[in-house]
């Protein structure tokens, strides 16, 4: 069952790249458009960052799940802190930079941003403190929202292909759901596996 969650996430960090992300890669008007280019300069490390953070993440998640929390396992938790940090200051500058009719989208992605920072930052504290349950559960919610840029293009298209409502307002819905309905989904989840795990250790003991 776990391989078969990393592969579909491996999927989707796979289909994200090749058609929202690597044509980033030119540097020029055209691929950036005219509502971008003027804010490149936080976009593009946003995306670099951003790219590093959900690849090392994926990569994270398979270690940590299946308990290979060596020297690798440790050495890309910082690559991927790093990656968080810098995509989140990206991201701040792109919401404050926003045209204010976006405002609701705006929003959004402020709270994108921040519950990134929040989730990651307590998946560090965790650590840092040999709580290995703890950071194992703000791990999984941290690249939960890693995974909303995924989820974003994803539904985002889907919805826009369907015309169910109008771009904007569907870009604005987005912002929102993209990040806050996978993390309402995955605590039910969170919270039955400590359960279960509080139940096997009642029954070794």
């Known amino acids: 069952m776990l391989a078969v969650i990393l592969l579909a996430l491996a999927a989707g960090v796979l289909w994200f790249l090749a058609s929202n992300a690597w044509h980033y890669t030119n540097y020029s008007l055209t691929a950036y458009t005219p509502y971008y280019w003027g804010r490149r300069?936080?976009?593009?490390?946003?995306?670099a960052r951003g790219v590093l953070a959900i690849t090392a993440g994926l990569i994270q998640l398979w270690l940590g799940l299946t308990h290979r929390t060596g020297t690798l396992h440790r050495t890309l938790?910082?690559?991927y802190g790093a990656g968080v940090l810098l995509a989140a200051a990206g991201a701040y500058y792109m919401v404050f930079t926003i045209p204010a009719k976006y405002l609701v989208y705006g929003v959004g992605l402020f709270g994108l941003a921040t519950a990134w920072l929040l989730t990651t930052s307590m998946a560090l504290v965790s650590i840092y403190r040999r709580n290995i349950e703890q950071h194992r559960d703000w791990m999984l919610r941290s690249y939960t929202v890693t995974f909303a840029f995924v989820t974003?293009?994803?539904?985002?298209?889907?919805?826009?292909?369907?015309?169910i409502a109008p771009g904007d307002s569907i870009d604005a819905i987005m912002a929102w759901a993209c990040w806050s309905v996978p993390l309402l989904l995955l605590e039910p989840l969170i919270q039955l596996r400590r359960i279960r795990g509080a139940r096997r250790a009642a029954v070794l003991h």
Request: net charge positive.
């Open 41 to 47: 300069g936080g976009l593009s490390p946003h995306i």
């Open 77 to 79: 938790g910082k690559v």
């Open 152 to 163: 974003f293009r994803l539904i985002d298209n889907w919805l826009t292909g369907r015309q």
